[in-house]
């Protein structure tokens, strides 16, 4: 079966893994932040600075939970890896470093990296869901991103929601300045995560 690998194991992330599980995938939602982290924003904006200054680690962390994943019965060995925020930098980093993935999903996620794509090597093709106002992650970083990408070969697509800021897809917060929902944005990203998904493994979550 097709299987996709959530990564941040917060209410947000939980809720979108049932959503995508809903679809009829196996679902593995990683918790990349460690015991005690979670729901202490002190605690997360450190361990995510430690985590982003040491991409090995930070890939290293979220092989564990691929590995996980794949080692259940219900896969087929075909995975994929969606991140949302963090997450989403930490699908690209992954994607960055090689692994061998159908594809993955950056959903508000930061682009920039300390260890840019080496040409040849990203083996999955790359998704990028991005608000056009997000203070935190600027048009600059977007700039500098698509040229890393061309630059690497890679199969990627990006789209710019306008009127989104960052952390889009987030409901109930955090509220915190230059994070807020939008609906709009939400339901198009997710629209477009079902088509990327069909190209991936030919599978449309519409016919059951």
């Known amino acids: 079966m097709d299987t996709v690998m959530a990564i941040r194991l917060d209410d947000h992330a939980k809720g979108r ?5 809903e679809f009829g995938f196996v679902v593995f939602a990683c918790d990349m932040y460690g015991n005690g982290v ?28 691929i590995d996980a994943l794949a080692s259940q019965p219900q896969v087929d060995g075909r995975i994929a890896a969606v991140g949302y925020c963090f997450g989403g930098m930490t699908v690209l980093e992954l994607a960055r470093g090689g692994i ?10 930061s682009l920039g990296t300390s260890r840019p794509a080496q040409p040849g090597l990203v083996k999955a093709k790359i998704l990028v869901c991005h608000g056009a106002l997000d203070p935190h992650v600027p048009m600059t970083h977007v700039s500098a991103f698509v040229e890393e990408m061309n630059r690497a070969g890679a199969d990627w697509q990006l789209i710019v929601y306008g009127g989104a800021v960052h952390g ?4 109930a917060g955090p509220f915190v300045p230059g994070v807020a ?3 709009q944005s939400d339901a198009r990203s997710a ?15 519409n016919a059951g």
């Open 38 to 65: 979670a729901g202490n924003r002190e605690r997360v904006m450190a361990r995510i600075m430690e985590l982003r200054n040491d991409p090995a680690k930070l890939c290293q962390r979220a092989r564990a939970g």
């Open 100 to 109: 061998d993935l159908a594809g993955v999903i950056s959903v508000h996620g």
């Open 17 to 21: 893994a049932r959503r995508l599980a």
């Open 181 to 183: 929902y939008h609906a």
């Open 168 to 171: 889009f897809t987030h409901e």
């Open 191 to 205: 629209a477009a995560m079902q088509s990327f998904v069909v190209e991936l493994f030919g599978w449309n979550a």
